[in-house]
């Protein structure tokens, strides 16, 4: 049985002040919110603690944006597994596009933090998904299936949650259309050993688009960036029809 998982990408936005001021606004909506949807906040590392404490106990769960494969070590800038679950974090995203656009990640470092993840019973939200130079070049599906079959070697597909982002879909307000999205993920499913990984789309999701979005039958969430900064835009996203 497939959940629906929908994640807030808080990227390098909010300060321990601002989240718990978010946190004021969004939580109330919860109230309507059908119980089989996982909702997850993943704000940045120095907004983790205060946003744990504010959670504690209610049906929000805890993601961080990133995480590093070693146990601990001279690795400065990073953070490790135990430091995250230690204050009650329970997905990481890994691979985001914006992490191996700027800073280097590759499918094989992808490959190792999600093992440190799941080492740690963090639910990794595995990124996958193309540029506009390679789609327009044909690349979409060969380019997936690469990043998946060299992303999940030795992966526990149970304790797993993918995200597709078409690269030129964020933050640019062009949005992959959701049956062209519906089709790619299909193809994602195809790929995996177990068919029931929830599988959401990611890139320019908005209030006024997951309705169409959520309608697709492939489709099992939404990894939301700038639209889950505003608690009344994430709360309709959160409740769509």
Same mark, same amino acid.
């Given at each position: 049985?497939?959940?629906?998982?929908?994640?807030?990408?808080?990227?390098?936005?909010?300060?321990?002040?601002?989240?718990?001021?978010?946190?004021?606004?969004?939580?109330?909506?919860?109230?309507?919110?059908?119980?089989?949807?996982?909702?997850?906040?993943?704000?940045?590392?120095?907004?983790?603690?205060?946003?744990?404490?504010?959670?504690?106990?209610?049906?929000?769960?805890?993601?961080?944006?990133?995480?590093?494969?070693?146990?601990? /070590?001279?690795?400065?800038?990073?953070?490790?597994?135990?430091?995250?679950?230690?204050?009650?974090?329970?997905?990481?995203?890994?691979?985001?596009?914006?992490?191996?656009?700027?800073?280097?990640?590759?499918?094989?470092?992808?490959?190792?933090?999600?093992?440190?993840?799941?080492?740690?019973?963090?639910?990794?939200?595995?990124?996958?998904?193309?540029?506009?130079?390679?789609? !327009?070049?044909?690349?979409?599906?060969?380019?997936?299936?690469?990043?998946?079959?060299?992303?999940?070697?030795?992966? !526990?597909?149970?304790?797993?949650?993918?995200?597709? #982002?078409?690269?030129?879909?964020? /933050?640019?307000?062009?949005?992959?259309?959701?049956?062209?999205?519906?089709?790619?993920?299909?193809?994602?499913?195809?790929?995996?050993?177990?068919? !029931?990984?929830?599988?959401?789309? /990611?890139?320019?999701?908005?209030?006024?688009?997951? !309705?169409?979005?959520?309608?697709?039958?492939?489709?099992?969430?939404?990894?939301? /960036?700038?639209?889950?900064? #505003?608690?009344?835009?994430?709360?309709?996203?959160?409740?769509?029809?």
């Amino acid at each position: 049985m497939r959940k629906i998982v929908i994640a807030g990408n808080w990227k390098m936005y909010k300060t321990q002040a601002e989240g718990t001021e978010f946190l004021q606004g969004f939580m109330p909506t919860l109230e309507e919110t059908p119980p089989d949807r996982e909702v997850i906040l993943c704000p940045p590392f120095t907004t983790l603690g205060i946003l744990s404490k504010n959670l504690h106990g209610s049906r929000v769960q805890l993601g961080a944006q990133n995480l590093h494969w070693a146990d601990a /070590g001279a690795f400065t800038g990073e953070i490790a597994p135990a430091m995250l679950t230690e204050i009650g974090v329970r997905y990481a995203i890994i691979g985001h596009s914006e992490r191996r656009q700027y800073f280097g990640e590759t499918d094989e470092t992808v490959n190792k933090r999600l093992k440190a993840a799941q080492k740690y019973g963090i639910t990794p939200i595995l990124c996958v998904g193309e540029s506009k130079q390679q789609r !327009d070049a044909g690349e979409t599906e060969s380019l997936i299936i690469s990043q998946l079959e060299k992303g999940l070697v030795d992966i !526990d597909q149970n304790n797993l949650v993918i995200a597709y #982002e078409p690269i030129w879909a964020i /933050g640019t307000g062009d949005t992959c259309e959701s049956k062209e999205a519906n089709r790619v993920i299909g193809l994602i499913r195809s790929q995996l050993s177990n068919p !029931d990984v929830p599988i959401q789309y /990611g890139g320019s999701v908005k209030h006024d688009n997951i !309705d169409e979005i959520m309608a697709q039958p492939e489709i099992d969430g939404a990894l939301v /960036g700038g639209a889950s900064l #505003e608690p009344a835009s994430f709360a309709r996203i959160v409740n769509y029809k």
